[in-house]
């Protein structure tokens, strides 16, 4: 296994090898500068001053050459980028300036770390694509290739690091953006990622934000791409397409203007997505959360666990088999929808917190041409009405009668906190039982400050849970 380094954001003259003067430039990418510049490679970044040592980040495409978006066909440009033999990849100092130049190298079971700048990971380059994400070689179910962003030392980032920060602590107080590596489309490009890669590759903690479109570009169906402690904020979507077996654990995504997608995230394949631990505000009472897009047979089912969503018609859309456990949704108009075709095994729903709009609204909205099982027990039912919801399972499937709420269910005002937290005691004694017989809590078990180092100053009266 190989760690590989990222810094795309080079400090001035001290990382780059420099024209001794201003030249004219045709900017086609076979072209030297001057005697000591190299021929750039396809995906390499480069700077050039206009002028007023205003200095601007750019890399060649496929095309070879950028002549048609550089505003300037010639004039005197000084540029300036490290000798291509010092880019190895192998230390911070001499790291790839690009992610896709690092995975190219990359194999099974290595890592590519991105370090963070106050510039961010920066994307212009010739024709506004997205970073492309495609391993050359591949990788491993077993061995992933992991791209990561840190701060300072490999894993600070992440659970336990200094610079981690948690979904629900980015909602509440704020995003520190410190503590993510950010990518910004700067409100000019339509993607951040195009991921076209049919291999296991883990994203982790990167900040995407201010694309047009949808930050998730996918083709030829990319499978097994995982997104940990990562944020999606202020762009037009997360991601619409067909992908098979993605998940998103430990992420917040917020700002979504919904212009080219009314979902949030719907993974349209034949396996199912895996929403684990993430905070979402939908924000639109016409738009949908997260869609599995489990489609095919058992084994395949879409998992919804631990998320904390608020808004949105259609927070949670799930297919038949899918499991739902653990999660809080809250302020929805049908909090729950279920595609149903009476496939294989039966539907997971159990100790959810489902808070909707109003009592007129929906719980859970069971659709569908077939009639199948339910496995539907030990959730909390309510509205922002303070009255329980009126009907909280509709089953609109032709012949498969009412919906009705499992023995264990209850409908009480689980007396929400600020921060999403339950503390009615019926609402955190009233899940399903551990294999000791303890009983569990009901709706997302939610931490300001999961696994901080001793760095995060934290309330720990506030922070504990009584039973």
């Not at 900017?27 to 206009?50: E, H, M, R, V």
């Not at 880019?87 to 890592?111: C, K, M, P, Q, R």
């Not at 738009?287 to 489609?295: A, E, L, N, Q, R």
């Not at 007396?415 to 039982?433: C, E, F, I, K």
């Amino acid at each position: 296994m190989t760690d590989w380094y990222v810094n795309n954001v080079r400090d001035g003259d001290g990382w780059f090898e420099k024209c001794p003067t201003s030249q004219s430039i045709s900017l086609t990418q076979s072209s030297k500068y001057c005697s000591n510049f190299p021929a750039i490679s396809i995906g390499q970044s480069f700077q050039i001053d206009s002028g007023g040592n205003d200095w601007e980040t750019y890399r060649y495409d496929a095309g070879g050459d950028m002549e048609r978006v550089w505003p300037y066909s010639s004039g005197n440009y000084t540029m300036r980028h490290g000798p291509v033999a010092t880019y190895d990849g192998e230390s911070e100092t001499h790291a790839f300036v690009t992610i896709n130049w690092a995975l190219a190298n990359a194999v099974s079971g290595d890592t590519v770390y991105v370090k963070w700048s106050p510039e961010g990971y920066l994307l212009t380059n010739a024709d506004q694509i997205a970073e492309i994400i495609e391993p050359g070689v591949g990788s491993l179910l077993n061995k992933p290739i992991i791209i990561e962003g840190y701060h300072t030392t490999e894993g600070d980032m992440s659970w336990g690091g200094a610079h981690y920060q948690s979904p629900l602590h980015a909602k509440v107080f704020g995003i520190d953006t410190t503590k993510k590596v950010t990518i910004s489309g700067e409100n000019a490009m339509a993607s951040l990622l195009h991921l076209d890669a049919s291999a296991f590759v883990i994203i982790r903690n990167f900040y995407f934000k201010d694309a047009t479109g949808l930050v998730l570009e996918l083709a030829n169906t990319p499978a097994n791409v995982f997104f940990e402690h990562c944020i999606f904020a202020d762009s037009g979507s997360v991601l619409n397409g067909t992908c098979n077996g993605f998940g998103f654990y430990d992420c917040y995504i917020k700002g979504m203007d919904y212009g080219v997608s009314s979902y949030t995230i719907n993974c349209g394949g034949t396996i199912g997505a895996k929403f684990v631990g993430n905070v979402l505000d939908i924000g639109n009472y016409t738009k949908y959360g997260f869609s599995s897009g489990s489609t095919a047979s058992e084994g395949v089912r879409g998992l919804y666990y631990g998320n904390l969503i608020t808004g949105g018609l259609y927070p949670a859309l799930g297919r038949a088999g899918d499991i739902l456990i653990n999660n809080t949704i809250y302020d929805s108009l049908t909090c729950v929808r279920i595609g149903y075709q009476g496939q294989w095994t039966p539907l997971t729903l159990r100790n959810n917190i489902i808070v909707a709009k109003t009592a007129a609204d929906k719980g859970i909205l069971i659709a569908g041409t077939t009639a199948g099982a339910i496995d539907n027990d030990n959730n909390c039912f309510w509205s922002l009405d303070g009255t329980p919801i009126t009907n909280p399972i509709t089953n609109d499937v032709p012949g498969a009668g009412a919906g009705v709420i499992g023995p264990n269910s209850i409908e009480v005002d689980p007396m929400l906190t600020s921060d999403y937290r339950p503390r009615n005691p019926l609402v955190l004694r009233g899940g399903n039982a551990d294999i000791y017989g303890n009983a569990g809590q009901i709706g997302a078990v939610l931490s300001e400050h999961k696994f901080v180092s001793n760095a995060v100053a934290s309330n720990q009266g506030r922070m504990r849970i009584f039973r």
